[in-house]
């Protein structure tokens, strides 16, 4: 690859959507190419992005805590643009600390306007937002747990389902991840088309990964990218 555009490509899409596995591809590609390039994983300790806090979920005001993360960014952002590298990442705009906001019952409007601060921080890098997005959400949960197994469903649904957003609908166990779930891909599809931001949306449901390289390795070569 050449004339590579943005220092800055986020993945985005549910839990399970192949999020990781791609922004570390995205990111040897690069290296492969020549381009020096940073995969930040989900994993990452410490994470350079992801707002970390070990309170109980009432001990967290919504608005604290998008206060908290957009801190978080713009120390980001001013180290990577001390960096000569570009730097892929697995979710942060809305996998991660969102999330967190949406199990903490924020309003709309904080979230949308926590999503345009962020994207206004992160405009020095030229981002660049991959956004992959399965049709059938209960489909690709159910995928997704089968694949993990019953310890990393419990996992998710130990933590996410005690928030206030779960515990106030009544929602449990796997089919309580999969109603939680299509909440937030409604929130997030409506945030990604809100976004004045560089964007692609890639339905990835058949998993036909050299397909998806090819349209994120042409995006990334795009300026004009919408």
């Known amino acids: 690859m050449s004339n590579v555009w943005p220092r800055l490509v986020i993945v985005e899409g549910i839990m399970g959507s192949g999020k990781s596995t791609v922004t570390v591809n995205i ?3 690069l290296e492969a190419s020549g381009i020096p390039a940073t995969g930040i994983t ?15 979920w009432s001990a967290m005001p919504p608005a604290k ?25 697995d979710g942060q705009l809305f996998h991660g600390n969102l999330t967190s906001l949406l199990l903490l ?13 962020v994207v206004a921080v992160i405009k020095p890098l030229r981002p660049l937002l991959i956004y992959f997005h399965q049709d059938d ?15 990393w469903v419990n996992y998710q649904a130990n933590w996410k389902l005690e928030s ?19 909440q937030y891909r409604a929130l997030t599809d409506q945030l990604f088309a809100d976004l004045d931001i560089p964007k692609i949306s890639i339905e990835n449901s058949r998993q036909q990964w050299a397909l998806y390289d090819d349209i994120i390795d042409r995006a990334l070569t795009n300026p004009n990218t919408t």
């Open 27 to 29: 990111a040897r590609r």
């Open 42 to 56: 989900e994993g990452a300790d410490p994470h350079p992005i992801r707002f970390d806090w070990d309170l109980p």
């Open 65 to 89: 805590l998008a206060k908290s993360c957009i801190a978080k960014w713009r120390a980001f952002v001013d180290s990577s643009l001390a960096a000569d590298r570009i730097q892929a990442v």
């Open 105 to 117: 019952e924020a309003d709309m409007e904080l979230i949308a306007a926590y999503c345009r601060e």
């Open 137 to 151: 959400v209960d489909s690709a949960i159910r995928a997704v747990s089968a694949q993990r197994g019953d310890k």
């Open 164 to 182: 206030p957003y779960a515990r106030r609908r009544g929602l449990v166990g796997l089919d309580g991840l999969i109603a939680l779930y299509r």
